[in-house]
Protein backbone atom coordinates (compact mmCIF):
# COMPACT_ATOMS: atom_id res chain seq x y z
CA UNK A 1 0.00 0.00 0.00
CA UNK A 2 1.75 3.42 -1.02
CA UNK A 3 1.46 5.99 1.34
CA UNK A 4 2.17 10.10 0.34
CA UNK A 5 2.54 12.02 3.89
CA UNK A 6 2.82 15.54 3.53
CA UNK A 7 4.20 17.98 6.48
CA UNK A 8 5.80 21.37 7.42
CA UNK A 9 2.74 23.74 7.16
CA UNK A 10 1.74 26.17 9.70
CA UNK A 11 0.68 29.76 9.77
CA UNK A 12 3.46 32.42 8.26
CA UNK A 13 3.21 35.92 8.44
CA UNK A 14 3.27 37.70 4.90
CA UNK A 15 6.54 37.76 2.96
CA UNK A 16 7.94 34.89 5.39
CA UNK A 17 8.99 31.10 3.85
CA UNK A 18 7.85 27.48 4.75
CA UNK A 19 9.41 24.34 3.35
CA UNK A 20 7.12 21.48 3.14
CA UNK A 21 7.86 17.80 2.57
CA UNK A 22 6.41 15.06 1.03
CA UNK A 23 7.81 11.41 1.40
CA UNK A 24 6.17 8.35 -0.03
CA UNK A 25 6.19 5.03 1.53
CA UNK A 26 5.28 1.00 0.29
CA UNK A 27 6.52 0.92 -3.30
CA UNK A 28 9.62 -0.16 -4.64
CA UNK A 29 9.47 1.97 -7.37
CA UNK A 30 10.25 5.48 -8.17
CA UNK A 31 7.46 7.96 -8.90
CA UNK A 32 7.51 9.16 -12.28
CA UNK A 33 6.57 12.67 -11.24
CA UNK A 34 5.50 14.40 -7.92
CA UNK A 35 3.36 17.59 -7.63
CA UNK A 36 2.42 19.92 -5.50
CA UNK A 37 -0.82 20.88 -5.83
CA UNK A 38 -3.32 23.07 -3.46
CA UNK A 39 -6.54 24.36 -2.90
CA UNK A 40 -8.03 27.39 -1.54
CA UNK A 41 -11.90 27.66 0.38
CA UNK A 42 -14.50 27.60 -2.27
CA UNK A 43 -11.90 27.07 -4.94
CA UNK A 44 -10.91 24.21 -6.99
CA UNK A 45 -7.52 22.58 -6.75
CA UNK A 46 -4.98 23.99 -8.88
CA UNK A 47 -0.96 22.36 -10.02
CA UNK A 48 1.69 24.72 -7.69
CA UNK A 49 4.83 22.96 -8.81
CA UNK A 50 5.62 19.64 -10.40
CA UNK A 51 8.93 17.48 -10.76
CA UNK A 52 9.75 14.81 -13.48
CA UNK A 53 12.19 11.84 -12.84
CA UNK A 54 14.37 13.48 -15.28
CA UNK A 55 14.42 16.98 -13.47
CA UNK A 56 11.82 18.81 -15.57
CA UNK A 57 10.03 21.13 -13.43
CA UNK A 58 6.91 23.08 -14.01
CA UNK A 59 5.32 25.64 -11.82
CA UNK A 60 2.39 27.72 -11.94
CA UNK A 61 2.89 31.28 -12.80
CA UNK A 62 1.31 32.40 -9.54
CA UNK A 63 4.61 31.10 -7.94
CA UNK A 64 7.19 31.45 -10.25
CA UNK A 65 10.11 32.72 -8.05
CA UNK A 66 9.04 32.16 -5.05
CA UNK A 67 8.53 28.80 -4.89
CA UNK A 68 10.94 26.11 -5.98
CA UNK A 69 10.20 22.39 -6.05
CA UNK A 70 13.36 19.61 -5.33
CA UNK A 71 13.91 16.21 -4.45
CA UNK A 72 14.96 14.79 -1.64
CA UNK A 73 17.95 12.31 -0.87
CA UNK A 74 15.43 9.64 0.25
CA UNK A 75 13.43 8.08 -2.63
CA UNK A 76 9.89 9.64 -3.55
CA UNK A 77 10.94 12.59 -1.43
CA UNK A 78 9.84 16.24 -2.45
CA UNK A 79 10.13 19.20 -1.22
CA UNK A 80 8.86 22.68 -1.60
CA UNK A 81 10.14 25.84 -0.69
CA UNK A 82 8.13 28.26 -0.19
CA UNK A 83 9.29 32.23 -0.09
CA UNK A 84 7.94 35.69 -0.10
CA UNK A 85 4.31 34.02 0.65
CA UNK A 86 1.04 36.12 0.45
CA UNK A 87 -2.11 35.86 2.28
CA UNK A 88 -3.56 34.50 -1.24
CA UNK A 89 -1.02 31.37 -0.53
CA UNK A 90 -3.29 30.29 2.16
CA UNK A 91 -4.76 26.93 1.05
CA UNK A 92 -4.18 22.99 1.87
CA UNK A 93 -1.49 21.89 0.09
CA UNK A 94 -1.68 18.22 -1.41
CA UNK A 95 1.42 15.99 -2.92
CA UNK A 96 0.75 13.70 -5.53
CA UNK A 97 2.97 11.38 -6.69
CA UNK A 98 2.46 9.30 -10.16
CA UNK A 99 3.66 5.78 -11.59
CA UNK A 100 2.93 4.40 -14.55
CA UNK A 101 -0.38 6.75 -14.71
CA UNK A 102 -1.52 5.83 -11.31
CA UNK A 103 -1.63 8.86 -8.78
CA UNK A 104 -0.92 8.69 -5.17
CA UNK A 105 -2.42 11.48 -2.83
CA UNK A 106 -1.76 12.52 0.55
CA UNK A 107 -4.34 13.87 2.73
CA UNK A 108 -2.76 17.93 2.46
CA UNK A 109 -1.39 20.57 5.06
CA UNK A 110 -2.52 23.27 5.95
CA UNK A 111 -0.81 26.85 4.45
CA UNK A 112 -1.84 29.70 6.36
CA UNK A 113 -0.18 32.94 5.24
CA UNK A 114 -1.78 36.48 7.76
CA UNK A 115 -1.45 39.85 6.31
Known amino acids: ?11 VQAGGSLRLSCAASGSIFSFNTMTWYRQAPGKQR ?11 TNYADSVKG ?10 NTVYLQM ?5 ED ?4 YCR ?6 YYWGQGTQVTVSS
Open 1 to 11: QVQVVESGGGL
Open 46 to 56: ELVAGLTSGGS
Open 66 to 75: RFTISRGNAK
Open 83 to 87: NSLKP
Open 90 to 93: TAVY
Open 97 to 102: GEINWI
